[in-house]
C-alpha cells in the first residue's frame, strides 16, 4: 500500500507531518510502544505506570496530534521516523 493510498484512506498523516514537539516524553514513549504494536497493559507494564494513564496518554496523543484512532498513530509514528525497523531478508 502506498502513502498516496494511505492518505486517501485516511490512515496516513498526510504531506504536513505533525511535530512530534506537540507530544511530552512520556507519550512519545507510549507512542513508540503503541507502533511496536504492543497493548495498554504490556505498555503498562514496560513504562512502569498505570493502564489507565496509558490509555489517557493515548486519548491525549490522539487529540494533539489530531488523529482518529490508534491505527493512524500507528501508522504517523512510522512515517515520523519514530521506528526503524529492519528489513526482511
Known sequence: MGVVQM???GLSAGPAVHDLDVLTDDQRAVLRCLARGHADHEIARV????QQRV???VADILRRLDLPDRVAAVVFAHEAGMLHLPFPR
Do not use: C
Not at 47 to 50: A, P, Q, R, V
Open 47 to 50: 513504562l512502569g505506570i498505570g
Open 55 to 57: 490509555a489517557d496518554e
Open 7 to 9: 492518505f486517501t484512506w
